[in-house]
């Protein structure tokens, strides 16, 4: 199984702010690597895919970089229904893995 | 508009079987390189994937899974059913169903679940 891991776990942040997450993969993926945004109590919504495309109807302050083993995802200026969790997913094999989740909080 | 939707028993008991349905609109499980994923969240906790049916009834599972996961379409053409067989405490959680559509020769879709079900909470307990 290919292992994501994010960092940080949490983070907390004022609204305006720029963040990032990271996500690692334990072996290459190139650029199969996939950014999902959850609300608590809701379904995923896919954010970004294929590392860096934005999904049709999401916001462009939404960024998504990397390759191979190592990837971002950044909000360039945090808005107040960007508060949920955030995961990483890979689709290089067909065994799909999601990556642990950061929950980003307000400060 | 693709929309899907979950549904089967809220509570199950240890060593049972599983069983919830998927019910979707908006697409064709008979599209070449359509695909409807499932994937659980125990509370508080990470998503897990677990399998996948596509078109041509090509199924993926998860390998930890595979003995006790079953993946099918359902007698209906716009639903797909999934079973876990011999189920425990630790198969408690929220379970989703998304879709997904690419084409690898073509690239054309998403490799990825771009839409998903609201997903049912299910607890395993005696």
């Known amino acids: 199984d290919i292992e994501m891991t994010q960092s940080p776990s949490s983070l907390s942040a004022s609204v305006g702010e720029r963040v990032t997450i990271t996500c690692r993969a334990s072996q290459n993926i190139d650029k199969y690597l996939n950014w999902y945004q959850q609300i608590p109590g809701k379904a995923p919504k896919l954010l970004i895919y294929?590392?860096?495309s934005l999904q049709s109807g999401v916001p462009s302050r939404f960024r998504g970089g990397g390759s191979g083993t190592d990837f971002t995802l950044t909000i360039t200026s945090l808005q107040p229904e960007d508060f949920a969790i955030y995961f990483c997913?890979?689709?290089?094999?067909?065994?799909?893995?999601f990556g642990q989740g950061t929950k980003v909080e307000i400060k | 508009q693709i929309a899907l939707r979950e549904s089967g028993p809220t509570l199950v008991k240890p060593t049972q079987t599983l069983t919830l349905i998927c019910t979707f609109s908006g697409f064709s499980l008979k599209t070449d390189s359509v695909g409807v994923g499932w994937i659980r969240q125990s509370p508080g906790k990470a998503l897990e994937w677990l399998g996948i049916i596509y078109w041509d009834d090509d199924t993926r599972y998860l390998p930890s899974l595979k003995t006790r996961l079953t993946i099918t379409k359902g007698t209906s053409e716009n639903q797909v059913v999934v079973t876990l067989s011999n189920v425990s405490p630790v198969d408690t959680g929220t379970y989703f169903c998304?879709?997904?559509?690419?084409?690898?020769?073509?690239?054309?879709?998403?490799?990825?679940?771009?839409?998903w079900g609201q997903g049912t909470m299910v607890t395993v307990s005696s």
């Open positions: 997913q890979q689709s290089y094999v067909t065994t799909w893995t």
């Open positions: 998304a879709h997904k559509y690419y084409d690898f020769a073509s690239g054309d879709g998403l490799d990825a679940f771009d839409v």
């Open positions: 294929g590392a860096s």
